[in-house]
């Protein structure tokens, strides 16, 4: 039974990531059973985490067993294996990335190989496996507090830059990126062009205390590169305002269609919710770039475990008193739990059929 449970799991997750972006690794799977989590992922892909292994939170026994369930379930569905390459930059050069505590060349294949639909176009294969195999570019912390370089010891103030190189910090003299220039984000354009007339160049991120992730800031790309990258987007300016006009009135139109129907299914979940909740809720969690539970995945596709998460938040804002709970200091987890019991009530109350 537990095996079948496992089984269940792998198939599940391999199936999702195929069907997001037309291939499936070990790594998708293993994420997609929340057993590797996607920030361990990235900090394993820049270089913070030796051995990706060490970060799956399981047995290895069962993390053994998925792998091959996975690669039985490739088979069985007859998708074409393809071993891709992963790597890092460094200074020195760019370093394969190591999945096992062992490092066996049986075990490192494993993870290594995707596999993609038969029926892909070989010309098309190629360019995946390309785009997998390309390495990440190095990523440069903007630092929260003060810090020096772990080789020449130059102090890093607050704001500055620093690399991460095996575990320490390196100012970008010593990491070799001093020569480029810093671009924050904000223009779309100038970012794009100047990382592809770029021979190097490094992603820039910092600590959000309050999000408790890293966000992106910026890159840093060559001098001549942002210079290339300024004269044509100075040139074509007036085109892509007109083109970033009509891409806003479709993307207007695509959200009021979605919203539409995220409504619609609100109320086919919730027949008896109050008259205008399901649209309110649907404006809500829908809004673009907002990170709510509408804007994910599920959120997207409908799912009804995500519409009942946005209902959920909807009675629990507006029809208890947690907000009041949180004003007098009391912590979300406690105050989730609080009015808890309440909140099942009124989903259970709106999802009766008049």
Not at 109 to 136: F, G, N, Q, T
Request: glycine content about 6%; overall charge positive; charged content about 30%.
């Amino acid at each position: 039974m537990a095996l079948d449970d496992l089984r269940t799991r792998v198939i599940r997750a391999a199936e999702a990531a195929l069907a997001d972006h037309r291939y499936a690794s070990a790594i998708d799977v293993l994420t997609g059973m929340r057993l590797l989590e996607p920030v361990h992922v990235q900090s394993w892909r820049n270089g913070r985490i030796a051995i990706l292994e060490e970060t799956i939170q399981a047995r290895p026994e069962k993390i053994s067993a998925a792998i091959s369930l996975f690669h039985q379930w490739a088979g069985e569905r007859g998708l074409t294996p393809s071993e891709t390459r992963y790597t890092r930059p460094s200074r020195d050069g760019v370093l394969e990335l190591r999945f096992t505590r062992s490092g066996e060349p049986d075990a490192e294949a494993r993870y290594r190989i995707h596999y993609v639909s038969p029926a892909m176009p070989d010309r098309k294969r190629e360019m995946l496996k390309e785009k997998l195999s390309r390495p990440k570019e190095p990523v440069v912390f903007q630092v929260l507090r003060d810090s020096a370089c772990s080789e020449c010891a130059v102090e890093i103030w607050h704001g500055g830059f620093l690399l991460m190189e095996a575990g320490e910090p390196l100012c970008l003299a010593c990491a070799r990126l001093a020569d480029l220039e810093y671009l924050p984000a904000g223009d779309a354009a100038l970012t794009r062009r100047s990382s592809k007339y770029s021979e190097r160049s490094a992603v820039v991120v910092h600590f959000s205390r309050s999000r408790h992730r890293y966000e992106r800031q910026g890159i840093l790309v060559e001098k001549a590169a942002l210079e290339r990258a300024e004269r044509e987007c100075a040139a074509d300016a007036g085109a892509r305002a007109k083109a970033r006009k009509i891409s806003a009135a479709r993307r207007q139109d695509e959200d009021r269609e979605f919203i539409a129907r995220m409504s619609a299914e609100i109320e086919r979940l919730f027949p008896n919710c109050p008259c205008g909740e399901a649209a309110a809720i649907a404006a809500h969690a829908g809004q673009r770039n907002s990170g709510r539970v509408g804007r994910t995945e599920a959120g997207r596709n409908l799912d009804a475990q995500a519409l009942r998460a946005a209902v959920a938040a909807r009675i629990r804002h507006r029809y208890t008193n947690y907000d009041e709970l949180l004003a007098a200091g009391m912590d979300r987890p406690s105050a989730r739990g609080h009015v808890a019991e309440r909140v099942r009530e009124i989903l259970g109350s709106w999802s009766q059929r008049v």
